[in-house]
């Protein structure tokens, strides 16, 4: 198909299951969305081999809990999330991952084996374990285990920004956590914030505040919330001092590959010279710094809302005639 051999097609959800009415054993028709994903999007019914309609699972195949399904979405989820082995492990690989707390020498095949022996219930029992403990699991040499407790150990001076990405707030990503960051500059401030507050802040809408709310409400995550203080991780952002104000009140939107510097580099670079970066391209943009690759919707709406694009050396050079 274009190409490629396809083997799997997505089936997205149940709505799109019911919607196109299939049955086991159905010939259908498969198309790449956006020349890419295959998907499939009708069914040949004059070649149809049976009548026996496909059932949507009603439990998680992991654990069995009944799923559930929030009004509104359209994807089921298991409920179980602090028994369900995969929500475990999870969420505690989000929290080591190199855009989050970065911790070297810790992976996937760890985790799992850590989580199923019982050393890890949530990622703030990663600060309590001891090398005795690491150097026990199966296949762990005492090199590998010593990287682990030093990358555990060094993870505490990972910046508060990134700390509030870890911890795995539903809808809370990269920028949306560096913008909470910059308005509360405190996690204690943070859980005290209220829905206007949090719907004040850029970038924060009513699901993101909702969504906050909830998340320090729950008694789990406070537990979670006071291991990581306790085992000393930054709760508290940095006062940065700027190279410049040259970019001061300027909001970027960064896409696409670049060659000389990274996008977390340009980011930085951004920030660093007072301006602003958002992930979505807006009314309010004044600045898309695009790369190879960037993405024709960006263009197009860039282009339509009068944007101005600059490439990676015309920033570089802005930055530089400071």
Same mark, same amino acid.
């Given at each position: 198909?274009?190409?490629?051999?396809?083997?799997?097609?997505?089936?997205?959800?149940?709505?799109?299951?019911?919607?196109?009415?299939?049955?086991?054993?159905?010939?259908?028709?498969?198309?790449?969305?956006?020349?890419?994903?295959?998907? &499939?999007? /009708? +069914?040949?019914?004059? *070649?149809?081999?049976?009548? =026996? !309609? %496909?059932?949507?699972?009603?439990?998680?195949?992991?654990?069995?809990?009944?799923?559930?399904?929030?009004?509104?979405?359209?994807?089921?989820?298991?409920?179980?999330?602090?028994?369900?082995?995969?929500?475990?492990?999870?969420?505690?690989?989000?929290?080591?991952?190199?855009?989050?707390?970065?911790?070297?020498?810790?992976?996937?095949?760890?985790?799992?084996?850590?989580?199923?022996?019982?050393?890890?219930?949530?990622?703030?029992?990663?600060?309590?374990?001891?090398?005795?403990?690491?150097?026990?699991?199966?296949?762990?040499?005492?090199?590998?285990?010593?990287?682990? &407790?030093? /990358? +555990?150990?060094?993870? *505490?001076?990972?910046?508060? =920004? !990134? %700390?509030?990405?870890?911890?795995?707030?539903?809808?809370?990503?990269?920028?949306?956590?560096?913008?909470?960051?910059?308005?509360?500059?405190?996690?204690?401030?943070?859980?005290?914030?209220?829905?206007?507050?949090?719907?004040?802040?850029?970038?924060?809408?009513?699901?993101?505040?909702?969504?906050?709310?909830?998340?320090?409400?729950?008694?789990?995550?406070?537990?979670?919330?006071?291991?990581?203080?306790?085992?000393?991780?930054?709760?508290?952002?940095?006062?940065?001092?700027?190279?410049?104000?040259v970019l001061d009140g300027k909001v970027f939107v960064v896409s696409g590959v670049f060659t000389k510097v990274s996008r977390d580099e340009l980011k930085g670079l951004i920030e660093a010279n007072g301006g602003k970066v958002a992930s979505s391209i807006s009314a309010k943009t004044n600045f898309v710094l695009a790369g190879d690759k960037m993405g024709p919707a960006k263009l197009e709406k860039a282009t339509k809302l009068g944007v101005e694009?600059?490439?990676?050396?015309?920033?570089?050079?802005?930055?530089?005639?400071?």
């Open positions: 198909l274009g190409g490629t051999v396809v083997k799997r097609a997505s089936l997205h959800n149940a709505d799109q299951i019911e919607k196109l009415g299939l049955c086991r054993m159905d010939t259908v028709y498969v198309e790449k969305g956006g020349e890419i994903i295959p998907k &499939i999007v /009708g +069914v040949n019914e004059a *070649k149809r081999r049976s009548e =026996e !309609r %496909v059932v949507y699972i009603s439990s998680c195949p992991e654990c069995g809990t009944e799923l559930v399904r929030n009004e509104g979405e359209a994807q089921h989820f298991c409920p179980n999330d602090t028994g369900c082995h995969p929500q475990v492990k999870g969420r505690i690989e989000h929290f080591i991952g190199r855009k989050a707390m970065d911790i070297e020498g810790l992976g996937a095949e760890t985790v799992d084996a850590l989580v199923r022996v019982g050393l890890l219930t949530d990622a703030g029992d990663l600060y309590t374990l001891t090398f005795d403990q690491v150097v026990s699991l199966d296949r762990m040499a005492d090199k590998s285990a010593n990287n682990l &407790i030093h /990358g +555990v150990e060094r993870s *505490k001076q990972i910046p508060f =920004e !990134r %700390v509030l990405f870890a911890i795995g707030i539903r809808f809370v990503g990269e920028t949306v956590a560096k913008k909470l960051a910059q308005k509360f500059s405190t996690l204690d401030r943070l859980m005290k914030a209220t829905y206007e507050e949090l719907c004040e802040t850029e970038e924060i809408g009513e699901k993101i505040a909702l969504s906050v709310i909830q998340f320090f409400k729950e008694e789990r995550n406070l537990i979670f919330i006071e291991k990581l203080k306790v085992a000393g991780l930054k709760m508290e952002a940095e006062q940065k001092k700027l190279d410049s104000s694009i600059l490439d990676e050396d015309a920033f570089l050079d802005l930055i530089d005639a400071q």
